[in-house]
Every structure is written in C-alpha cells, then in structure tokens.
C-alpha cells in the first residue's frame, strides 16, 4: 500500500509554546488529509477534514484557532497545536486518500504529543 | 450522525479457536464498512471493506443491514492476530469521513 509519514513520532514542549506535526503522502497525491486524535485505550476522533488548496472543516468541538491545519500541497499537511496546554497531550493520527472518494485512506504511524 | 459501536473491549481466545468481533452501526443511509488492524508498535492499516467481499488474512465480515452489524470472524485464531482492531464506518455523503468504533483488542493464547 502507499506509505504515509507522520513527523516527528513524539515530542515534548513546554506549556504555552506551539507544535507543528507534519504529514507527508511518500508515493500518491493526497488530495484530502484527516486528523485524528486518540486517547489512551479509546478510538480515533476526527477532528478535521483537509482538501489539498482549501481551508479545512473541523469537526464539532474542535477548535480551528488551536489546530491549525494547512494543506498548501498535494503530498503535504501540517497540524499545529498553538499555546499548548497538558490537556492537549495525546496521540494525534493522520490519513490521506487520493482524489476518488472510494479509494482507502493510509494512515501514519502518529505523534506522541506530551505538554509539561 | 454516523455511530460504531464494539462492545468487547478485550476478547482472549485460545490459538485455534473461532474468532467473533463484533461490530454494530448506526446509520441513516447507505454506509460503507471496514474493519482496521493495529498491530503492536505498527500503524493503522485496512484489514478488509465490505464492498471487497474478501477474505483477508483468513478473517471475513458480513454486512448485515437488517442487524445493522458487521462483525468480523476467523474459524481458527493464530497468534499472530493478536492486535487491536477497530470497526469503521463510512457515509454516503460528500465528506465521506470515517468514524470508528471505541476497538477491541484481540489476545490470541497458547
């Protein structure tokens, strides 16, 4: 299958500071990019649906000042957590899928956020 | 709204054993099931879709809309299936997002 690489796979900052978490499609053009997020032992939640060259649709709850998500190219999206806080520590997926709705979506191999 | 829901949160089955997770959803339209395996240390990867009709790794699921389920089954468990393994719907609208289910882990012993 198409390989989809998330960086980093952990980091650790300090309250207050910003994070940018990068998702990159190796071999396929992504035109769309999910964020999840996941809690110990629970299942991924989405936060927010990104279409290559638009702004993203965040899911209810999720608040788009505070994850910032830019997918300016085709085999690239970022995820930035600004003014993080201990609460927003946790285990953040993406995925992408090429341009037909139907195909499979990949997905990377996640960062350990941890806020101090 | 679009619900998954996996009631185990853990199966412990004996290697050789018949393997059942179960997997029900909550949909207005037509939805789209798959079924996703986490190995240890590994990503999330697609283990099969119901639309494929296929068996993966020797595991099968079937659509039942009247049950609204899709559970997943294996007539014999092998070791190497112990995973994680989360059910997943698809909807039938443009935003074509997935929901998952909350997941089961799977623990296949000698």
């Known amino acids: 299958g198409a390989v989809v690489s998330q960086h980093p796979s952990w980091v650790i900052c300090k309250s207050g500071t910003s994070v940018k978490i990068e998702c990159r499609s190796l071999?396929?053009?992504?035109?769309?990019m999910f964020w999840y997020r996941q809690f110990p032992k629970q299942s991924l939640m989405l936060m927010a649906t990104?279409?290559?060259?638009?702004?993203?649709?965040?899911e209810q709850g999720v608040e788009k000042d505070k994850f910032l998500i830019n997918h300016a190219s085709l085999t690239l999206s970022t995820l930035t957590v600004t003014s993080a806080h201990p609460e927003d520590s946790s285990f953040y997926i993406c995925?992408?899928?090429?341009?037909?709705?139907?195909?499979?979506?990949?997905f990377g191999q996640g960062t350990r956020l941890t806020v101090v | 709204a679009q619900r998954v829901t996996q009631p185990e949160k853990l199966l412990s089955v004996f290697k050789g054993a018949p393997v059942e997770l179960k997997c029900n959803y909550s949909y207005s339209g037509s939805p789209e099931l798959f079924w996703y395996v986490q190995y240890s240390r590994q990503r999330l990867q697609l283990l099969l879709r119901?639309?494929s009709r296929e068996s993966i790794k020797g595991f099968t699921a079937d659509l039942n809309k009247g049950e609204t389920s899709f559970h997943l089954k294996k007539p014999f468990a092998q070791e190497e299936d112990s995973a994680m393994y989360y059910c997943a719907l698809r909807g039938s609208g443009t935003a074509s997002k997935l929901t998952f289910g909350t997941g089961t882990r799977l623990q296949v012993t000698l």
């Open positions: 995925s992408a899928r090429g341009p037909d709705r139907w195909t499979e979506a990949f």
């Open positions: 990104s279409n290559e060259g638009s702004k993203a649709t965040y």
């Open positions: 071999d396929f053009q992504a035109t769309t």
């Open positions: 119901h639309i």
